[in-house]
């Protein structure tokens, strides 16, 4: 039997930026129920090339979710000559210390580096661990990120995701090497490139490339199955989410590894880049025949009929509405 679980995600209103205030909604509403034998599930962890794994953190069905014990997103690992790379090192203290544990099965070497693709607490909170077990690794995250860190949403994701939680408490660790976009770092024998291009899923997601791996981490960008930007649809510039996904493409790697979702090869940013694109049109086309947020909502709902199986799809009416607000502002 599968197991069934809902997860939803609302977000409450916060002011963040003294002088200008970024109202950030978050709260979590999660329901589950596990099969009788999902505690002795582990969660999936896949090789995607020869030096990258992958844990597949949002494939329910054998990654249940656990407090704040298993990832909800894809902490990666990369084994290079020297030592570790891991990108985004999930939800938490205790998940980041799950990275640590699969990393041991796969080698010995230290972790160096550690890359954050965005702020959203899903992927940056584990960055705890790392730091606890190797104080010398070095935390790379887009400029920006580090800025809305120290700005207040550090505190604000460890409530989101960790608050309720009775056990050891996750502390946030801001990332220590900033990033702008465009740098070729070379770490533990391997080349990482690092891609922004502008506002997209946030306004600071880095796509990152490791070539001799042909492989491309897509972050918060794609998410499959399930509606792009609708945890935070107002950290959003879909235009902008579109043309990074479409970028992404460009890369032609083999292998993508999406935010959550299961790795796959470039039909993944493909099929995410058409789903993104006929929502936008159509918000487009019927805010063009004067239809209210609401009303294009039901339309698309009726046309994407084929992806209702996709995770918050109900939801779908918060991403339509910032959406709807954003071809408004492309209008005058
Ligand atoms: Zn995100």
């Not at 790379?85 to 080698?107: A, F, H, M, N």
């Not at 120290?150 to 056990?167: C, H, L, M, P, S």
């Not at 490139?193 to 506002?199: L, Q």
Request: net charge negative; proline share 5%.
């Amino acid at each position: 039997m599968p197991i069934f679980l809902f997860l939803q995600m609302v977000f409450m209103v916060m002011k963040l930026i003294k002088a200008l205030t970024l109202a950030l909604c978050a709260s979590y509403l999660i329901t589950l129920s596990f099969s009788l034998f999902a505690s002795e599930i582990e969660c999936d962890f896949r090789q995607v090339s020869k030096r990258i794994h992958v844990i597949v953190g949002s494939n329910h069905e054998t990654c249940p979710i656990k407090e704040v014990e298993h990832p909800l997103t894809n902490p990666a690992i990369i084994v290079g000559d020297s030592g570790v790379i891991v990108i985004d090192p999930g939800s938490s203290l205790q998940v980041g210390r799950l990275v640590l544990e699969r990393i041991k099965s796969l080698t010995d070497k230290p972790v160096v580096a550690v890359f954050n693709t965005h702020i959203h607490g899903l992927y940056w909170l584990g960055n705890q661990a790392v730091k606890e077990r190797f104080p010398s690794a070095r935390i790379y995250a887009h400029q920006r990120m580090i800025e809305r860190i120290k700005g207040g949403e550090g505190d604000f994701w460890v409530q989101a995701i960790t608050g309720n939680y009775q056990g050891e408490k996750t502390k946030f660790v801001v990332p220590d090497a900033a990033l702008s976009g465009g740098e070729i770092e070379s770490i533990a024998g391997l080349k990482i490139k690092i891609h922004y291009t502008g506002h997209a899923h946030t306004d600071h997601d880095v796509l990152i490339e490791i070539p001799e791996e042909n492989t491309v981490f897509l972050g918060g960008l794609v998410v499959e199955p399930e509606v792009p930007s609708q945890g935070v649809p107002q950290d959003a510039n879909f235009k902008g989410q579109m043309a990074a996904t479409r970028y992404a493409i460009a890369l032609a790697a083999e292998h993508y590894v999406p935010g959550r979702g299961k790795p796959d090869g470039i039909d993944l940013p493909k099929r995410a880049s058409r789903f993104l694109e006929a929502l936008y049109d159509g918000v487009q086309r019927y805010y063009e025949d004067g239809l209210t947020d609401f009303e294009i909502t039901e339309r698309l709902k009726a046309e994407l009929s084929q992806y209702t199986q996709w995770y918050d799809f109900s939801q779908l009416g918060g991403v339509v509405s910032q959406m709807y607000l954003q071809v408004e502002q492309e209008s005058f």
